[in-house]
């Protein structure tokens, strides 16, 4: 039976966001950039990834960020 997904701390998150932004902002496509922009505006209402966001989400920040 697979393990059941468990939603990644909203702090992790961020830090994953602030690094793209503010570390990598040059080496994200267009694409990459706005999904980013997007998954910062919804952590800042207050709400929550899906399972496909925030492995999106880690998959950029893992190539990006070293």
């Known amino acids: 039976m697979a393990e059941k997904w468990k ?7 961020q830090s994953w ?3 793209l932004q503010y570390e990598a902002s ?3 496509s267009d694409w990459e950039s706005n999904f980013v922009n ?3 505006n919804r952590l800042m209402r207050g709400s ?3 399972q496909s966001q925030e492995e ?11």
């Open 17 to 19: 966001i602030d690094a």
């Open 38 to 40: 997007d998954m910062a």
């Open 26 to 28: 040059d080496d994200l």
């Open 7 to 13: 939603p990644t701390e909203p702090e992790v998150l």
């Open 56 to 66: 999106k989400l880690e998959e950029i920040y893992a190539e990006k960020t070293k």
């Open 48 to 50: 929550t990834l899906t």
